[in-house]
């Protein structure tokens, strides 16, 4: 009987974890790396915020400019949740953070 409880706890265990990191969890659905900001939209909506992740670079003539490489959007699920920082880069989401609690 021992040999048969096993399994059940770890199915229990497993199900108990929480979801991974580079995960993001919106109306039952979960988005991860890869996946585009088409679905990112559909499943949660528009983010709180968006802002441009700039780097520098230099040009041709060898002046420093400053290129926009990917941007950050935030979602904020409210107190009880924390905030995610969903980086896309060309369509695609490339980066999932958990960010301090929501308010």
Same mark, same amino acid.
């Given at each position: 009987?021992? &040999?048969?409880?096993?399994? #059940?706890?770890?199915?229990?265990?497993?199900?108990?974890?929480?979801?991974?990191?580079? +995960?993001?969890? &919106?109306?039952?659905?979960?988005? +991860?790396?890869? *996946? +585009?900001?088409?679905?990112?939209? #559909?499943? &949660?909506?528009?983010?709180?915020?968006?802002? *441009?992740?700039?780097?520098?670079?230099?040009?041709?003539?060898?002046?420093? #400019?400053? #290129?926009?490489?990917?941007?950050?959007?935030?979602?904020?699920?409210?107190?009880?949740?924390?905030?995610?920082?969903? +980086?896309?880069?060309?369509?695609?989401?490339? *980066?999932?953070?958990?960010?301090?609690?929501?308010?």
């Amino acid at each position: 009987m021992e &040999c048969k409880m096993k399994p #059940v706890l770890w199915l229990l265990l497993v199900a108990a974890l929480p979801v991974q990191a580079g +995960t993001l969890r &919106c109306k039952n659905a979960l988005l +991860t790396e890869g *996946d +585009t900001t088409a679905e990112l939209l #559909v499943r &949660c909506g528009q983010p709180m915020l968006k802002e *441009d992740l700039t780097r520098f670079e230099e040009n041709g003539f060898g002046a420093r #400019v400053t #290129v926009k490489y990917a941007e950050r959007w935030t979602y904020n699920f409210g107190k009880r949740e924390f905030m995610q920082f969903v +980086t896309v880069e060309n369509g695609v989401i490339t *980066d999932i953070a958990d960010g301090p609690r929501g308010g």
